[in-house]
């Protein structure tokens, strides 16, 4: 992935910093105007011109400025001093300096790999080389020299992300963008220099590369990011991620020997007024069970496939669940959701630019992500850090089959220390119950809330189809029906700072509506921060009137799972009180209807070794 050319209309540096944008940009570019605009522009520059000049005005935020600044008088200021304030401890990330994308996450001879974006010079977005760790957990890392770094021909502008591949004879090799001499996009591959380092610390790029330039019709500023290939029907097939115009798209690629690759006449799928599609990410899943699948092994076994792709308008990952025409080379979603904007998301929050791989050690389908920062860029410098990574989660496909379902890795599970438990305790109205006895700034909360009686749900909208802004309307301290009720995480003591993780239900026409949402606005009392109400609706259905959900909290991050890993969110947050042996853990319900803490276990989290 690439942050140097992306354009945003936020007076933020991200933008999933921008609560509404979905929304809006999706009324904006549906607009008469704009759709006339985005018409003309596949043939005159001016329509994009237009385009581009209705969306800030329609949006209506007066500031234009790159999504990823560059800071010359930041990007090689090493930290001399790493601020342990808001420094989560159980989620991955470097002693210092700025990460973003995790790149070819792998399992190889009894050791799971993990690639990422790094600056190792500081704490904002430059000199970005592929820095390497390696452990045999995913819990506990040991940090490595950097794998892969810009130095030829074909890289020298840039190494940016990409994927790994197993190859036959148990041989790793990994796909990457590089920004060649020209400024042109190319696809790259690297290989252990030796297969006996169990830690494969050094990489090759051999000189035949690039192994894929970008040809005719294709856009050489916005062509990067290659999947993990697999084989089928003699050949190994890739995507690489681009754009047309305002049409995402991702090409698909054949070679039978790796190394020479022609692409296919049709694009594997794409989606106009969705914009770039960035780091694409095409996977089996079988119809039942949560047994991951490897990328290649789909041969008469009963799957959907799922195609994920990063928007860098949005900042969003987003994902269909659907079906591989193998005789075609071409995925069709199913119409179980929507294939752009409005769609399924893995994450509702600070998550982007994730990437899987299948764990053949516990024949599972492990998903990564990064979880960026809510602060400005002056506090990343003072802190001499940005940037994380979620906690590794298994991927499956939800009984139903119109969605993933997710869960945090089960080794995460070891670092439990300390654990109290709350059984059958009432929330009535206005009830804030305190969960003490662990340090809750550091905690693995699971929760199971049973509901008595739905008949005082609030009536639902149908117009109500962003999750996000009707969290926003109705918050933590809007009196409902049922609900709110949940977790008040990373609370001060007299609430002048809390994170609400928290469902809220709603009775429409057919079915109950359940809303999950994880709200910093009241976060925190520092200035100048992103503090968004992040939502998502929960499918789930209310016949046994129970309700879970599973909140990690480490400082500066709450990562939440609602009703078993169907709805996740991620917040960033930063607390001024709620710091360290000061925060606190609450139970609430401002709802009318009694709620149930039918059963709460809460766990005090270990610190691993971090790199």
Not at 63 to 77: G, K, N, T, W
Not at 182 to 205: C, E, G, T
Not at 433 to 442: F, L, S
Request: charged residues 20%; aromatic residues 14%; contains cysteine.
């Amino acid at each position: 992935m690439f942050f140097g050319t992306t354009f945003s209309f936020f007076p933020y540096k991200y933008p999933t910093q921008l609560g509404t944008l979905t929304t809006k940009l999706t009324s904006v570019l549906t607009s008469p105007l704009c759709l006339v605009s985005m018409a003309v522009s596949k043939f005159l520059s001016l329509g994009t011109f237009i385009t581009f000049l209705c969306v800030i005005i329609n949006a209506n935020y007066g500031r234009v400025e790159a999504s990823h600044r560059v800071y010359p008088q930041f990007q090689s200021l090493s930290a001399v001093s790493v601020k342990q304030l808001l420094r989560t401890s159980y989620h991955f990330q470097p002693s210092k300096n700025w990460i973003n994308d995790p790149n070819a996450p792998m399992y190889y001879n009894g050791i799971y790999h993990f690639f990422y974006q790094y600056n190792p010079k500081g704490a904002v977005w430059s000199n970005m080389v592929w820095a390497h760790s390696v452990s045999k957990d995913m819990i506990n890392w040991e940090a490595l020299e950097p794998a892969i770094y810009p130095s030829e021909h074909f890289d020298i502008n840039g190494a940016w992300s990409g994927s790994a591949t197993i190859l036959p004879n148990n041989k790793p090799i990994i796909l990457y963008t590089g920004l060649d001499h020209k400024d042109r996009q190319v696809q790259n591959y690297a290989v252990p220099a030796n297969l006996s380092d169990p830690y494969l610390r050094k990489w090759i790029k051999p000189s035949n590369n690039p192994v894929v330039n970008p040809g005719k019709g294709v856009n050489a500023s916005a062509f990067r990011d290659p999947t993990t290939a697999w084989w089928l029907n003699g050949h190994w097939r890739m995507l690489v991620g681009s754009k047309r115009n305002h049409r995402g798209i991702a090409y698909l690629y054949r070679s039978r020997d790796f190394m020479y690759w022609i692409k296919a006449k049709h694009p594997f799928h794409s989606v106009p007024y969705t914009g770039m599609w960035e780091c694409p990410d095409f996977y089996p899943v079988l119809l039942s069970g949560k047994e991951g699948l490897e990328t290649s092994n789909i041969q008469g076994k009963p799957v959907k496939h799922v195609l994920k792709v990063s928007l860098d308008i949005t900042r969003y990952d987003y994902y269909t669940v659907g079906t591989y025409l193998t005789a075609k080379d071409r995925y069709v979603p199913d119409n179980t959701s929507v294939d752009g904007w409005a769609g399924l998301r893995y994450d509702y929050g600070n998550f982007y630019a994730s990437k899987t791989f299948f764990d053949p050690a516990k024949k599972r389908r492990i998903l990564w992500g990064w979880v960026n920062e809510s602060d400005t860029t002056e506090d990343d410098v003072k802190k001499g850090w940005a940037g994380i990574q979620a906690i590794p989660r298994t991927v499956w496909l939800d009984p139903n089959q119109r969605q993933l379902m997710q869960w945090p890795i089960e080794e995460l599970e070891t670092l439990r220390g300390k654990n109290v438990k709350m059984r059958h305790q009432q929330l009535k109205t206005g009830d804030h119950i305190e969960v003490k006895g662990i340090t809750a700034a550091q905690a693995d909360v699971d929760v199971t809330f049973y509901i008595p009686s739905l008949d005082k749900a609030e009536p639902f909208n149908p117009s109500w189809t962003n999750a996000q802004e009707l969290c926003a309307k109705k918050g933590a301290e809007v009196q409902g029906g049922v609900g709110p009720f949940g977790l008040l995480t990373l609370a001060s003591k007299n609430l002048e700072e809390y994170t609400p993780v928290f469902f809220r239900v709603f009775k429409s026409s057919k079915k109950h509506v359940i809303l999950l949402c994880s709200d910093a606005t009241s976060s925190s009392l520092m200035d100048g921060l992103y503090k968004p109400s992040f939502a998502g609706y929960v499918n789930v259905d209310l016949a046994d009137k129970r309700l879970t959900l599973r909140s990690l909290i480490d400082h500066s991050v709450v990562e939440s799972f609602g009703a078993g890993g169907k709805t996740c969110i991620t917040s960033r947050v930063y607390p001024t009180l709620a710091v360290f042996e000061n925060a606190n853990l609450y139970a609430f319900n401002h709802g009318t209807e009694t709620i149930t803490v039918e059963n709460l276990n809460a766990w005090s989290m270990k610190k691993p070794r971090m790199n």
